[in-house]
C-alpha cells in the first residue's frame, strides 16, 4: 500500500550551531513543505522520482551514500529496515516547494518524511521524536554530515505560526507562541551551499577542538567571562564564545517573544548575527550586507538562519510596514529573493 506524508521546512529563528553543543535552539515550521508517497517493494531496489530535483534515480538498499541528491532517501531507506519498518526497497515520489541549499532543512524534510510513511505502512508506534532521531542518524551516519538534532526534530513536529524552544540535550521541547503584531520573514541571499561542502564539518571539529581544551561536552554551557580568561588559541576561544553567547540569546530570546518584547528579540536576533559573522565566521558579505539593509529598512532585527555560508535570512518585521520594507529590500539586493514568511494568527 502506497502511503503519502507531507513535512514543513523549517526557519531558525535565533540559536545556530548551539545543537551539537549542548545548547537550545528556537526553529519554526514553515509553510514551504515536502510531500512524498511510498511504496513498499519486494526486492532491494529504490527508485526515487522527484519533481524541483534532478529527474529519477535508480539506486539499491546496498548502494554507499555517492554525494547524490537522492543520497538521503537511500539512507531513509536503509535505516527503515534496521528499525524493521521495512523489509525491502521502495518507489517514492518526492515534490517539494523547500528550496535546496537554503538552510530551510530540505535534506531533514525528504528523511523525516520517509521514515513517517514507512513507520505508517508498518503500522508502527515509534514516536516522532524517535523518528528524528533516526532521521539525524542517515545525516550523520550515511550521508556522513555531523549535523546536530535541530533540523529533524523541528520538521517532525513543529506547526506552521509557532516557534519551537528545543533543549538539544534533552530532547525537552516547549512550543512558544510569536506575536501577531509581527512577520518572521525567510528571504534567500541567493547564495546557495551544502551541508557536505566540507565547512560545516570544519566547524564541528573546531568545537571539538574547544570541547577538548576545556573539558565539557557542553560549550554553550561555559561562563562567557571563563571562556574570556581561558589560555587557548583564539580560534577556539571565538567558536566557544559564540557558542556560549547564542545559548544565553536563545533563552533570552524565548523570553522576549513571550512578553511580546519583538524590540528586545531583534537586538538579540542583531547580536546573534554579529556572533556568527565574527565568531563563529560563518557568514558571508552580501549576506551582512543583506542583514545590514534589512535592519535598516526597518525591521525589529534580522540574522543569517541556517548552517551559514550561503542560504537564507530572516527577519522579524512589523506586520504594518512588511510589504514596503520587503520590496524596498528586494530593490536594494536585487540577487536576493522572497521564499516564505511566518505570520501568526
Ligand atoms: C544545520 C544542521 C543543524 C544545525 C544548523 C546550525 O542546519 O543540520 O543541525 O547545526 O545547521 O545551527
Not at 528556537?26 to 511510498?38: D, K, N, R
Not at 535541530?150 to 538539544?168: F, N, R
Not at 583564539?234 to 544565553?248: S, Y
Request: charged share 25%; net charge negative.
Amino acid at each position: 500500500m502506497a502511503v503519502t506524508v507531507t513535512s514543513p521546512g523549517r526557519v531558525n529563528l535565533i540559536g545556530e550551531h548551539t545543537d551539537y553543543n549542548g545548547g537550545w535552539v528556537l526553529p519554526a515550521a514553515l509553510s514551504v513543505s515536502l510531500t512524498a508517497t511510498l511504496m513498499p517493494r519486494e526486492d532491494r531496489r529504490i527508485s526515487v522520482s522527484a519533481r524541483g530535483y534532478s529527474g529519477t534515480a535508480e539506486r539499491t538498499i546496498d548502494d554507499a551514500a555517492g554525494g547524490d541528491w537522492s543520497d538521503p532517501a537511500v539512507g531513509s531507506i536503509i535505516e527503515a529496515i534496521n528499525l524493521g519498518l521495512l523489509k525491502g526497497g521502495a518507489d517514492i515520489s518526492v515534490q517539494s516547494s523547500i528550496p535546496a541549499g537554503s538552510g530551510l532543512s530540505s535534506s531533514a524534510a525528504l528523511v523525516v518524511t520517509l521514515l513517517k510513511a514507512a513507520r505508517e505502512a508498518a503500522g508502527s508506534s515509534l514516536s516522532d521524536t524517535e523518528i528524528a532521531v533516526a532521521a539525524r542518524r542517515v545525516e550523520n551516519d550515511y550521508i556522513g554530515v555531523p549535523c546536530g538534532i535541530m533540523d529533524q526534530m523541528a520538521v517532525a513536529i513543529s506547526k506552521p505560526g509557532e516557534a519551537m524552544a528545543l533543549d538539544t540535550s534533552s530532547l525537552e521541547y516547549r512550543v512558544v507562541a510569536l506575536p501577531k503584531t509581527h512577520d518572521m520573514v525567510v528571504i534567500h541571499s541567493g547564495k546557495t551551499r551544502k551541508l557536505t561542502d566540507g565547512r560545516y564539518a570544519e566547524r564541528k571539529e573546531e568545537c571539538d577542538a574547544a570541547k577538548a581544551a576545556f573539558g565539557t561536552n557542553h560549550l554553550c554551557l561555559l561562563d562567557p567571562e571563563a571562556v574570556e580568561a581561558a589560555d587557548i588559541d583564539e580560534t577556539v576561544r571565538r567558536r566557544a564564545r559564540h557558542c556560549a553567547t547564542e545559548h544565553r540569546r536563545v533563552h533570552a530570546s524565548i523570553e522576549a517573544l513571550e512578553s511580546g518584547d519583538t524590540c528586545q528579540f531583534g537586538a538579540l536576533m542583531v547580536a546573534s548575527h554579529a556572533s556568527m559573522r565574527d565568531d563563529f565566521e560563518m557568514s558571508l558579505p552580501a549576506i551582512d550586507a543583506l542583514v545590514e539593509d534589512a535592519v535598516e529598512q526597518g525591521a525589529t532585527g534580522a540574522r543569517l538562519t541556517g548552517g551559514g555560508f550561503g542560504g537564507c535570512i530572516v527577519a522579524c518585521v512589523d506586520r504594518a510596514k512588511r510589504s514596503e520594507w520587503q520590496e524596498a529590500l528586494l530593490a536594494k539586493h536585487p540577487k536576493a529573493r522572497f521564499v516564505d514568511a511566518i505570520t501568526p494568527e
